[in-house]
């Protein structure tokens, strides 16, 4: 039975690592898409028999703080979620 179960999970896990492909685009495409940056933030409230929780998720690409002298981000109450990033002084 232990055997069994060693020989389930093993196949399950290759299998997993026979699903993860690449993606299928050209090197044009492939270069163009390291080349966007973007910022972008979720917030998600939730209610159980706990309490209230608040769920935060931020995404900010490397590529668009460059140029910034970093940034910050404010939640509300109310789950509005705001980035901000501080450009250079000029020289």
């Not at 390291?34 to 900010?60: P, Y």
């Amino acid at each position: 039975m232990t055997t069994r179960m060693l020989v389930v999970a093993g196949v399950a896990l290759l299998s997993g690592c026979a699903a993860m492909q690449g993606p299928n685009m050209s090197a044009e495409q492939l270069a163009a898409m390291a080349k966007d940056s973007n910022a972008n933030a979720v917030c998600t409230q939730i209610t159980g028999a706990g309490g209230q929780g608040t769920i935060v998720i931020l995404n900010v690409d490397k590529g668009s703080l460059s140029g910034g002298n970093g940034g910050s981000a404010t939640i509300k109450p109310n789950c509005e979620v705001t980035m901000e990033i501080v450009p250079k002084p000029p020289k």
